[in-house]
């Protein structure tokens, strides 16, 4: 059974600091991992999808990165603004569904 | 292109009772998958449907069932609520291919009363 871990729980920055926030899975036969982002209250938000084929995928000042042989991604965040205030969860999918990990919460203080 | 909508946005339901859950995917999308969110578990899968077949099934009760129409839509049933039943539900939808994005829409809050 997939286990996802994402560490760590919460983090609390000032406004411009990058984020680094990770996750790690048990199988690494997985087709994909996507970050979603999730604001409270609110259904999920895709961030990024990587191919278990590839290394990392960028959108603008979001970078992840996959290492699927050690079972591990990173989501980096460039500059953080009080908007990318929200929970960020990794999921590994595979056999069409995906295992989610538990989240991060981030707040950016302005 | 119109996102993947979910009715109703709030249910209230006393235990014992039964409720139905509708999501409508994207345009064009026939994959639709179910996901329940407590504080506790956080998200859990529940199933998938493509093509009006289910094609994998998470570690739920048989409580839990759900079914794909012709036109992708898709329902999900639960019966004999339970007070742990009160969850947000979310689905997503994707295309064909498996290693594609989902997309969720904004879920169904369940309150178990």
């Known amino acids: 059974k997939q286990e996802v871990t994402q560490i760590p729980a919460a983090l609390s920055v000032p406004e411009g600091e990058n984020l680094v926030l990770n996750c790690s899975f048990t199988?690494?036969?997985?087709?994909?991992l996507q970050w979603f982002r999730q604001d409270p209250g609110k259904g999920l938000t895709s961030l990024l999808l990587i191919q278990s084929s590839q290394r990392e995928q960028t959108s603008g000042r979001l970078n992840a990165s996959l290492d699927k042989s050690s079972g591990r991604s990173t989501l980096y965040i460039a500059a953080s603004q009080p908007g990318d205030s929200a929970t960020y969860l990794c999921?590994?999918?595979?056999?069409?569904?995906?295992?989610f990990g538990a989240g991060t919460t981030v707040t950016v203080r302005a | 292109k119109a996102g993947v909508t979910q009715t109703p946005r709030y249910l209230i339901k006393t235990r014992g009772q039964q409720v139905t859950l509708s999501c409508s995917p994207i345009?064009?999308?026939?994959?639709v998958s179910w996901y329940q969110q407590t504080p506790g578990q956080g998200l859990q899968f529940l199933f998938e449907y493509f093509s009006e077949t289910q094609r994998n099934k998470g570690n739920f009760p048989g409580r839990f069932s759900g079914r794909q129409f012709s036109n992708s839509r898709s329902e999900m049933n639960v019966s004999t609520l339970e007070l742990g039943d009160s969850a947000l539900y979310l689905c997503?939808?994707?295309?064909?291919?498996?290693?594609?994005?989902?997309?969720f829409g904004s879920g169904t809050q369940l309150s178990v009363l």
């Open positions: 199988d690494s036969a997985i087709y994909n």
């Open positions: 345009s064009g999308h026939r994959s």
């Open positions: 997503a939808s994707g295309p064909d291919r498996e290693f594609e994005k989902l997309f």
């Open positions: 999921a590994v999918g595979d056999d069409y569904k995906l295992s």
